[in-house]
């Protein structure tokens, strides 16, 4: 069974040694087996940490230019709405990649394994259609949207649109691969208190 506890630093052979990235994040089955599935999830973490920063850096931006410069620009607030769009369902997308979103455990703590994975099994084919649906109308609002822009930056509306579709593609296709995940390799799902405590770092 994986352990959910976060690694511990290691010394480096020098002060400063950055050290590699898996010593930090834990590795589902998946990604231990595949390669470019792991560099999918690190692209993905990658994206959501800089829309992160880039919000952040857009926020101070405004605030310079609002009230120090007292020259507001309205495509600024657009662009951070923007980002922050794509922060919400990229980073949807990436945690539905460690079955980490909010959800209420009380069955699975108490119930045997067994069942309680069969519970999990239902919540995710739910999961499923309701992505499959969202992706369905996103697609139509892209569409619907292609011959409009946005009001201050000019850019194509389905930019905004775009954030859904990617966010619920993504979504969609973690949750299949925790379906089998769930089906064909049980022994690498951890326990659900465990799981539970390891999220609270205890």
Do not use: C
């Not at 794509?86 to 108490?110: C, E, K, Q």
């Amino acid at each position: 069974m994986m352990s959910m506890q976060s690694p511990q630093p290691i010394e480096g052979e020098r002060d400063g040694q950055v050290p590699d990235l898996d010593t930090y994040i834990e590795r589902d089955h998946y990604e231990q087996r595949y390669k470019p599935y792991a560099w999918l999830i690190d692209a993905e973490r990658f994206v959501a940490g800089a829309l992160l920063i880039a919000i952040f850096g857009m926020i101070i931006f405004q605030v310079f230019t609002r009230y120090l410069l007292n020259m507001p620009l309205p495509w600024s607030e657009e662009v951070a709405r923007l980002m922050v769009v794509w922060l919400t369902f990229v980073g949807a997308g990436f945690v539905a990649s460690r079955n980490a979103h909010i959800a209420v455990d009380i069955l699975a703590v108490y119930l045997p394994k067994k069942l309680a994975s069969a519970t999990q099994i239902f919540a995710m084919l739910a999961v499923v259609a309701a992505s499959a649906y969202m992706i369905w109308g996103a697609i139509s609002l892209v569409i619907l949207t292609s011959g409009i822009t946005l009001t201050a930056t000019g850019w194509p509306t389905p930019l905004l649109y775009g954030a859904v579709l990617v966010g619920y593609l993504m979504i969609l296709g973690h949750t299949l691969l925790n379906i089998v995940l769930y089906l064909r390799h049980p022994s690498e799902i951890p326990d659900a208190v465990e799981k539970a405590a390891a999220m609270e770092g205890l």
